[in-house]
């Protein structure tokens, strides 16, 4: 099978990379992989499912990041190339994974679904890109208000929070992963930039 989730972080990477270089051979896969990702994976509304098979079916379950990573990686191309196209886009996944991810979510303590916590710091980073373009804080403030959420009445005796972000006592009790608790600093730490950069623009 083809899975979102290494060519959507393949585009991301070669798009990083070229940032870097200025080596128009990584621009040339960074646009390969988005653009296969985009014929192949995505939805109406924007959103990326996971994969698909060799015999063509598409698996159509949809993971934070999935969406994340093509948001980012859409902005980075417009970066790239000034195209008109790529911020639209990005505008259309972001809007679409919102809309999404909001009602698949069942907890009425936050506003997302909540799959994976380092999952939805992939989302998140993409909303960080298009902020620092269009300045619509909207996205961002669903995963503070989460992320919030969690900080105060998801975490276990030892300080770290649950994998569902919510207090769930089985929850509670398990030992935690480092990859889903080290998101959280980096969560944080990228709200910190951005709440700085609103000061300056006040």
Same mark, same amino acid.
């Given at each position: 099978m083809k899975p979102a989730c290494t060519n959507g972080m393949a585009a991301l990477a070669a798009l990083k990379i070229y940032k870097c270089t200025k080596d128009k051979y990584y621009l040339q896969w960074g646009e390969k992989f988005y653009?296969?990702?985009?014929?192949?994976?995505?939805?109406?509304?924007?959103?990326?499912?996971n994969d698909k098979k060799i015999d063509g079916t598409v698996n159509k379950t949809t993971w934070t990041y999935n969406s994340g990573s093509m948001l980012e990686a859409s902005l980075l191309l417009y970066e790239f190339t000034k195209k008109?196209?790529?911020l639209e886009e990005a505008k259309t996944i972001a809007n679409g994974a919102f809309?999404?991810?909001?009602?698949?979510?069942?907890?009425?303590?936050?506003?997302?679904?909540?799959?994976?916590?380092?999952?939805?710091?992939?989302?998140?980073?993409? *909303?960080?890109?298009?902020?620092?373009? +269009?300045? &619509? !804080?909207? *996205?961002i403030a669903a995963v503070?208000? +989460?992320? &919030? !959420?969690?900080?105060?009445?998801a975490r276990d005796k030892n300080g770290f929070i649950t994998l569902s972000w919510s207090p769930k006592p089985q929850e509670l009790e398990k030992p935690k992963r480092l990859l889903d608790e080290a998101c959280i600093a980096e969560l944080y730490a990228r709200l910190s930039i951005v709440k700085q950069q609103r000061k300056k623009q006040n």
């Open positions: 653009n296969w990702m985009h014929d192949n994976l995505r939805d109406s509304t924007g959103v990326y499912w008109a196209q790529y809309n999404h991810f909001t009602a698949a979510n069942k907890n009425p303590a936050f506003k997302l679904h909540i799959d994976l916590p380092w999952f939805v710091t992939v989302l998140f980073r993409g *909303y960080e890109a298009l902020y620092k373009v +269009d300045g &619509n !804080y909207q *996205y503070e208000h +989460d992320l &919030n !959420y969690a900080w105060q009445n």
